[in-house]
């Protein structure tokens, strides 16, 4: 079945380091891939999307490219911020059918320190 | 705010009671979905549903777990003779058709068996 492996946390980095959290994915077909981010204390929220190989999912300085070759799909920032400081879930939509499941990583949690 | 909300947000239940938690989604979403997470995991999907029908069951809910979602408007969740094993956050999303992996999530139910 479909599946997706992320580097363990948790990631400790000092505000405006480059970040890099791993993500590989099994999947049959074309799925489409997501990051998904949750604050403390908050739900999941959609960072950012790649529905087709070679697409660049951006949103708030993160970006994402979905490499087929390598079934990755790794997020980068240039520079965190304490506030960039959550739990980072990468996610696959695939499967068969009219219903097309999301598959979710098990989470990195990276923490900023000023 | 018009996002997903669920309640209560936290219950602590003896083992062997009944459970009920409820899912109001966005108004305008036909797609329903409930997931349970535990602790350094990502959400693992347990049902769904496209209006009031409830087109998919993950095997993980079990007989003792039953979903409705009776005018394709909220959704309930109840737990029948509820178990230590089935402590975790419980999460709701939801997401329009065409667009499974723009889940829009709760605040989840922290639900604790003692």
């Known amino acids: 079945g479909d599946s997706v492996t992320q580097m363990e946390g948790p990631v400790t980095l000092s505000e405006e380091a480059f970040l890099t959290i791993n993500c590989t994915y099994t999947?049959?077909?074309?799925?489409?891939l997501f990051w998904y981010v949750q604050y403390p204390g908050e739900g999941l929220q959609l960072l950012l999307k790649?529905?087709?190989?070679?697409d660049k999912g951006s949103n708030k300085g993160f970006e994402a490219t979905y490499r087929k070759e390598t079934t990755s799909f790794h997020l980068e920032k240039g520079s965190v911020q304490v506030s960039d400081s959550a739990v980072y879930f990468c996610a696959l939509e695939g499967g068969k059918g009219g219903y097309q499941k999301v598959t979710f990583g098990t989470g990195t949690k990276l923490q900023v320190i000023p | 705010d018009t996002g997903v909300s669920q309640d209560p947000r936290h219950k602590i239940t003896k083992r062997g009671q009944n459970v009920t938690f409820r899912c109001d989604p966005i108004?305008?979403?036909?797609?329903l979905y409930w997931y349970r997470q535990t602790l350094g995991q990502g959400p693992e999907f347990l049902t769904y549903?496209?209006?009031?029908?409830?087109?998919?069951k993950s095997r993980l809910l079990s007989d003792r777990f039953s979903a409705e979602r009776p005018k394709g408007s909220f959704s309930t969740l109840e737990i029948q003779r509820t178990e230590q094993g089935d402590s975790a956050m419980y999460l709701c999303?939801?997401?329009?058709?065409?667009?499974?992996?723009?889940?829009?999530f709760g605040p989840g139910t922290r639900l604790t068996v003692t």
């Open positions: 999303a939801s997401s329009l058709v065409g667009t499974s992996g723009e889940q829009y």
């Open positions: 999947a049959t077909g074309y799925p489409s």
């Open positions: 790649a529905t087709k190989a070679d």
């Open positions: 108004s305008e979403h036909n797609r």
């Open positions: 549903f496209q209006n009031e029908a409830q087109l998919e």
